[in-house]
């Protein structure tokens, strides 16, 4: 059965760098997610991004981040300038779109910030 | 936004024994999913069920769409079956976002 891959699967990074979390969506998919899960919290919705340009976004999702396709195949979530707070369980999902479809999620990436 | 609601919120069981998990949401919904999360932290996808019920081996959902819940039942639990169990939900335009519940966590003990 076909996959959303993520990369890595662990993070570490000090604070005020730059981090890519990338993530290869199931191919025949139209609609891509990333969701963030705190330690010990519900997983929350990030931005969402369909036919090149964003859906939706949060208002976690401020100008910190930012989202490309690059390639058509992949998929990747930007932070500039890391902070503490944005250590989290970072999830990439992907969905066929239209009515009765799931979204289908990654293993996720462990982002740590130190 | 949408309201979703998740009962109970810590439940210990023996091996062997049966439990059910319920989810209230606020709002109509076309998307409900049911994950568990496990130690490793993955979302491993149980149910896609917007209405009606569904079975798979010892775990089974129903989502009454009318009345706004779902229940996921477990039976003959086993210590496998620990973690989070989390429900989600997206509203009627498609192509939209999951909003989670705060998540069940189900500790079974041998």
């Known amino acids: 059965e076909p996959e959303v891959t993520q990369t890595p699967s662990h993070q570490v990074t000090q604070m005020g760098q730059e981090v890519i979390l990338r993530c290869v969506p199931i191919s025949n998919h139209l609609y891509f997610y990333w969701y963030r899960q705190i330690l010990g919290q519900k997983v929350e919705f990030l931005v969402s991004?369909?036919?090149?340009?964003?859906?939706?976004k949060s208002e976690i999702f401020d100008d910190q981040f930012s989202v490309e396709r690059p390639d058509g195949s992949n998929f990747t979530l930007k932070i500039r300038s890391t902070k503490l707070e944005d250590s989290a369980m970072y999830f990439c999902?992907?969905?066929?779109?239209?009515?009765?479809?799931?979204?289908?999620f990654g293993d996720g990436t462990r982002l740590s910030i130190l | 936004g949408i309201q979703v609601e998740q009962s109970p919120p810590d439940l210990i069981l023996q091996e062997g024994a049966n439990s059910t998990l319920r989810c209230n949401f606020s709002?109509?919904?076309?998307?409900l999913q049911w994950f568990h999360q496990n130690p490793w932290g993955q979302l491993i996808n149980l149910f896609y069920?917007?209405?009606g019920t569904k079975q798979n081996g010892r775990l089974s959902a129903t989502t009454v769409a009318t009345e706004r819940y779902s229940l996921l039942y477990i039976s003959s639990s086993q210590t496998t079956d620990s973690g989070v169990y989390f429900c989600?939900?997206?509203?009627?335009?498609?192509?939209?976002?999951?909003?989670f519940g705060a998540g069940t966590i189900l500790r079974v003990k041998s």
């Open positions: 709002d109509s919904v076309n998307n």
């Open positions: 989600a939900v997206e509203r009627n335009e498609y192509g939209n976002k999951l909003v």
């Open positions: 999902a992907s969905c066929a779109g239209g009515f009765n479809q799931p979204q289908h």
């Open positions: 991004f369909y036919n090149n340009e964003i859906s939706e």
């Open positions: 069920i917007p209405s």
